[in-house]
C-alpha cells in the first residue's frame, strides 16, 4: 500500500515527464486534478493516478501480482471516488480482496466502507433500511461520525460489487476502506471544506459590508438607483454561495425527499432556497426586502459548525489512524541473497527479519537472535523501556531502542495485534449504540414537526400577517433545525472512544460504554486478573516411581498448545533446565476448559489439571495420593495417567501491587465485590483476605462460575466480570460487562465488551471513569440541544427572532455541543467514582 509519506516522496523523485497528466488517471482515464500527487509503481514505471480511492485499487492489484491486468484490459477501469460500480474483475479477485474483505465464520464476509454523501442520521437510516434487504446481507450499520458502513453478508448468496451497486442506487458513493488511507481522505474532505467555507466567508462580508450600507442609507436617505444597484450586486454574490458552498445541503434533501425520510438538510435547505428565491424576487422586482446577507450568514455558519465537528470526529479517529501509521512500510528480509527490503505488508509467518537499532518492528515476532530494549508505547500509550532476549515476544509496532536483532514473524501485518486493535476499535466506532438509535429517531421526527409547523406558520402569515411571512418562517426552519441535537451523541462516543483507545483500552461492543455507567458488582477472576499472572514452578512432587525431569517433559507436552500461565511457567522452568530432553509428542489431545488437558503419550492417556479435575476424570484425589504441600499461597496441579496419579505440581503467583488500593476503593463506593477462581480453596481464601473480599468461591469449574453469576443476576445486580478473556469465556458473555484482561496475543479470540491490553486494573477504573463521564457529557448535550429546541421554536414562531439571528442562535448551539463533546479527549479523571448505577456521582479535574 503506498502510504501518504511514500506518495509525497516520490512527488519530488520522479520527473515532470513520468508524471504527465495530459493521458489521465492510468487506472480510471479521468482527468488528474494535481499531477504528481498520487503515484502508483504499476509495470516498472511511475503511473499517475487521480485520486486516494485508484491509488488503493490499484496498489492492491499489484500487491496481488496481478499487474498484466493493465497490459491485458481493453478499457480504462472505473473511478471509484465517482463511480461506485467498479470493476468486478478487481473484486472477484481473492489476493484483491483479501486487502479489504475480512472473512469470519459460518461464511459470512465483513467489510468497512467509506461513504460519501452521508449529512445527518437520515442519510444513516436510509442506507441501513435500504442495504438490509439485499439478498444475503445479514447486518449494516452506519457510524455518522466516522462517515463508514460495516456491512456484514453471505458470501454464498451476494458480493461486494452487489453491495456497491445498491449504494449508487440510493445516491450515495461507496468503497471499501482502509485506515491506511485515512490521511488522504482526511486532508481531501479538509481542502473541501475549507474551500467551502472561505468562499462563504469573502463573499458573505461583501454581502454583509453592503447590507450595512443598505440599512443605514434607508434612514438618510439613499438614492433608489444605488439601492437598487447594491442589492443586484449582494444577489451576485451570494449565488456562488448557494449554488456551490451549499450544494451538500440541496443534495443531502433531495435524496432524503426522493427516499421519502426526513433529514436536517430539508429544513436548511428550504430556507435557503426559500430566502435567496424571495431575495432574489425582491431585487428584480424592485420592491420587498432581501435576506441575502442571511443566507451567506446561514450557509457560513453551518458550514463552519460541520468542519468544527469533522475536526472533532477526527480527533477521535486520530488514535485508531495512529495505530496503523505506526506499522513501518518497508522490512528487511532475510532470503537466501541476503537482506531484501520488502513491503511490510508481504511479509509472511516464519519469515525471518533483520532489525536495525532504532527501527520499528514490522510485525508480531519472536527474538531468534540477539538482545534488545524496545518501546511498547504505541500499544501501552506510555513509554517504557523492556528488555527483550532470545525467545521472547514483540510486538509490531514497537521500536527497537539499541542493539540490531534478528526476528521470525509469528502473525503477518494484517493479523498483528495493532492491525486487530484498530480493526476492533473501528468496529466499535462503526457501530451505534442503542441511545444514539433513539436519538436519530427522535431528530428525524422533529424535523417532520418543523417542516408542518413552518407550513402552518406560512399560512397564519398570508392571512393575517403576509408582511412577517418570509422572515418568520425562515427564522423557524433555521432556529429550530436539530442540528445539535444529531450531533450530540455521536461526537461525545467518537470522542471517548478514542481517548480510551490511545490509553490501551479497546472496546469491542458499541453498548458498552453504556452499560458501564450501570454496573453494581463486579466478578474478579484470579489467576492474571488479581494476580500477575507470571506464574513460577515452585517444586515438583512425585506420587509414584517416575522421576521429576520425565514428569515435568509429559506436563510440558500436554500444555505445549496452552496460553495459560501455568503452561507459560512450564516452559520456562523446561527451558531453565539444562539436562531437559524434548517433550514427548501427544495423539487427540483433549482441553476442558477450567480444567485441565489429556492425552496419548505412547499410546497411554494422560491428564493435567486441577486436582478436581483428576478426581473427576480418574476417580483419584491428592487425599489418598499423599499430599504434601500445602502451603496456601501454591497453586497445585496434578499429572495422572487413567488408573494413578504421578505427581503433583506447585506453582507461586504474586497478588498485582495495584489490586488492594484499585479493589478498596471499588469497595468504598457500595459496590460489591467476588472473586470466582477454579484453584484451591486455601489460595483463594489468602487472596480474598488480602483484598478484603468477603465473596468469594474456590475450586469452580465455568459452569458453576457461570451459575454464580447468573444467580447474582437474578438478585437484580448489574453485573461486570473481568477475566483473562479465553479461560474465563463463559462469564464474560454472560455478564451485562465483560472485560478482559488481555497483552494482545489471542486478541481475536476473546470474548467480552472490552479489553485492557496493558493488563492493569487500575484501567478498570479508567474505563469506568470515562463511561460515566461520556454519559454525563451526552446527557448534557442532549438537555441542551432539546431544550434550546424546544425553547426557540416558541420564539421563531412568534416572530421575536429575525432571520439572521436565528442564524447566529442555531450555529451555537450545535457549536457548543462539538466543543463539549472534545472535553472527553483531554479531560483527565480522578481516581474516585462511584458504581451505584443510575445515580452515580463522578468527579473531574
Known amino acids: 500500500m503506498v502510504t501518504k509519506a511514500e506518495s509525497i516522496g516520490q512527488d519530488h523523485v520522479h520527473s515532470a515527464a513520468e508524471l504527465k497528466a ?34 488503493a485499487v490499484a496498489q492492491a492489484i499489484v500487491d496481488g501480482g496481478l499487474e498484466r491486468f493493465y497490459d491485458k484490459r481493453t478499457a480504462k477501469s472505473l473511478n471509484p471516488e465517482t463511480q461506485t460500480q467498479l470493476d468486478s474483475t478487481i473484486f472477484e479477485t481473492p489476493e484483491i480482496q483479501s486487502k479489504f474483505i475480512r472473512s469470519l465464520n459460518n461464511d459470512r464476509n465483513e467489510v468497512t466502507l467509506r461513504i460519501t454523501g452521508i449529512n445527518c442520521g437520515a442519510c444513516m437510516w436510509l442506507i441501513e433500511s435500504r442495504i438490509a434487504q439485499l439478498p444475503g446481507v445479514e447486518s449494516v450499520t452506519v457510524n455518522y461520525s466516522t462517515r463508514r458502513a460495516l456491512v456484514t453478508w453471505n458470501r454464498n448468496e ?44 469573502v463573499l458573505g462580508m461583501q454581502i454583509m459590508m453592503i447590507a450595512v450600507a443598505l440599512y443605514f442609507g434607508k434612514s438618510s436617505g439613499i438614492s433608489p438607483s444605488y439601492e437598487y444597484f447594491f442589492k443586484w450586486i449582494s444577489m451576485l454574490l451570494a449565488l456562488p454561495i448557494v449554488v456551490y458552498c451549499a450544494q451538500s445541503f440541496f443534495l443531502g434533501a433531495w435524496r432524503s425527499i426522493v427516499h421519502r425520510q426526513p433529514s436536517i438538510d430539508i429544513p436548511v435547505a428550504i430556507a435557503i432556497l426559500l430566502a435567496f428565491t424571495a431575495s432574489a424576487w425582491a431585487t428584480a422586482s424592485g420592491s420587498g426586502d432581501t435576506y441575502f446577507e442571511a443566507v451567506a450568514m446561514f450557509v457560513f455558519l453551518l458550514l463552519s459548525v460541520r468542519y468544527f465537528e469533522f475536526i472533532a470526529r477526527e480527533r477521535g479517529l486520530d488514535a485508531v489512524s495512529h495505530l496503523y501509521n505506526s506499522l513501518p512500510a518497508l522490512a528487511q528480509r532475510i532470503d537466501a541473497d541476503g537482506l531484501t527490503k520488502v513491503s511490510a505488508t508481504q511479509l509472511e509467518t ?33 513509554s517504557q523501556a523492556i528488555e527483550k532476549s532470545i525467545g521472547s515476544e514483540l510486538l509490531g509496532g514497537s521500536v527497537n531502542l539499541d542493539d540490531a536483532i534478528t526476528i521470525r514473524v509469528v502473525r503477518p501485518y494484517d493479523h498483528s495485534v495493532i492491525s486487530t486493535i484498530a480493526h476492533l476499535a473501528e468496529r466499535a466506532q462503526s457501530a451505534k449504540p442503542r441511545f444514539v438509535k433513539l436519538v436519530d429517531r427522535i431528530a428525524n421526527w422533529f424535523v417532520v414537526g418543523l417542516v408542518l409547523i413552518a407550513s402552518a406558520v406560512a399560512v397564519f402569515c398570508w392571512f393575517y400577517e403576509p408582511s412577517r411571512l418570509l422572515s418568520t418562517v425562515i427564522a423557524v426552519l433555521v432556529i429550530a433545525c436539530p442540528c445539535a441535537l444529531s450531533l450530540a451523541t455521536p461526537a461525545a462516543i467518537t470522542a471517548s ?33 488479581l494476580t500477575r499472572g507470571d506464574m513460577k514452578l515452585e517444586r515438583i512432587q512425585t506420587l509414584k516411581q517416575i522421576e521429576e525431569r520425565e514428569a515435568l517433559n509429559m506436563a510440558c507436552a500436554l500444555e505445549a498448545s496452552s496460553s495459560h500461565p501455568i503452561a507459560r511457567a512450564l516452559a520456562a522452568a523446561q527451558a531453565a533446565d539444562a539436562q531437559s530432553v524434548k517433550s514427548p509428542p501427544v495423539e487427540k489431545l483433549n482441553h476442558t476448559s477450567g480444567g485441565g488437558v489429556s492425552g496419548l503419550i505412547a499410546g497411554r492417556r494422560y491428564f493435567f489439571g486441577s486436582p478436581r479435575f483428576i478426581h473427576e476424570e480418574t476417580g483419584n484425589s491428592l487425599a489418598s495420593a499423599g499430599t504434601v504441600d500445602m502451603r496456601r499461597n501454591r497453586t497445585c496441579s496434578v499429572l495422572a495417567n487413567d488408573t494413578e496419579m504421578l505427581a503433583s505440581f506447585y506453582f507461586s503467583d504474586e497478588l498485582r501491587p495495584e489490586a488492594k488500593a484499585v479493589v478498596k476503593r471499588l469497595l468504598a463506593t457500595g459496590a460489591t465485590a467476588s472473586i470466582l477462581s477454579g484453584d484451591r480453596g486455601e489460595v483463594v481464601e489468602q487472596v480474598a483476605k488480602d483484598l478484603n473480599v468477603t465473596d468469594y468461591h474456590a475450586q469452580l469449574a465455568p459452569r458453576e462460575k457461570l451459575k454464580i453469576l447468573r444467580s447474582r443476576q437474578a438478585e437484580g445486580e448489574v453485573v461486570l466480570a473481568l ?53 454525563r457529557i451526552i446527557r448534557q448535550n442532549f438537555a441542551w440541544a432539546l431544550s434550546y429546541n424546544l425553547l426557540a421554536l416558541p420564539l421563531g414562531i412568534l416572530g421575536l427572532v429575525p432571520p439572521w439571528l436565528a442564524v447566529i442562535g442555531m450555529s451555537l448551539s450545535s457549536l ?30
Not at 479497546?506 to 463486579?522: G, S, W, Y
Not at 455478564?735 to 472490552?754: E, N, P, R, W
Not at 472535553?823 to 456521582?841: I, Q, W
Open 158 to 201: 451476494t458480493e461486494l460489487k452487489n453491495i456497491l451497486a445498491a449504494f449508487a442506487h440510493i445516491g450515495f458513493t461507496a468503497h471499501p476502506f482502509a485506515l491506511g488511507q485515512q490521511a488522504e481522505f482526511v486532508q481531501k474532505e479538509r481542502d473541501r471544506q475549507i474551500r467551502a467555507i472561505g468562499l462563504s466567508a
Open 723 to 775: 477475566g483473562d478473556g479465553l479461560n474465563d469465556a463463559p462469564i464474560l458473555a454472560a455478564a451485562a460487562i465483560g472485560v478482559a484482561m488481555g497483552s494482545g496475543a489471542d486478541l481475536t479470540q476473546i470474548t467480552g465488551d472490552a479489553v485492557l491490553m496493558n493488563n492493569r486494573l487500575t484501567d478498570l477504573e479508567l474505563l469506568l471513569t470515562q463511561a460515566n463521564k461520556t454519559r
Open 816 to 845: 457548543l455541543v462539538v466543543i463539549n463533546a472534545l472535553r472527553l479527549s483531554s479531560g483527565r479523571a480522578e481516581k474516585s467514582f462511584d458504581l451505584n448505577g443510575p445515580s452515580a456521582s463522578w468527579a473531574y479535574v
Open 22 to 55: 495530459s493521458e489521465g488517471c492510468y487506472h480510471c482515464g479521468l482527468n488528474i486534478p494535481h499531477a504528481g500527487r498520487y503515484v502508483v509503481n504499476i509495470l516498472g514505471r511511475p503511473r499517475p493516478v487521480c485520486c486516494p480511492g485508484c491509488q
Open 350 to 382: 516464519d519469515d525471518q527479519v533483520w532489525v536495525g537499532a532504532g527501527e520499528i518492528i514490522p510485525a508480531d515476532a519472536v527474538v531468534i537472535s540477539g538482545r534488545c530494549v524496545v518501546d511498547e508505547s504505541v500499544i501501552s500509550g506510555e
Open 497 to 529: 472512544v478514542g481517548t480510551l483507545t490511545r490509553k490501551g483500552i479497546v472496546l469491542l461492543e458499541p453498548d458498552a460504554m453504556e452499560k458501564l455507567t450501570t454496573v453494581t458488582h463486579i466478578v474478579f477472576d484470579k489467576t492474571g486478573t
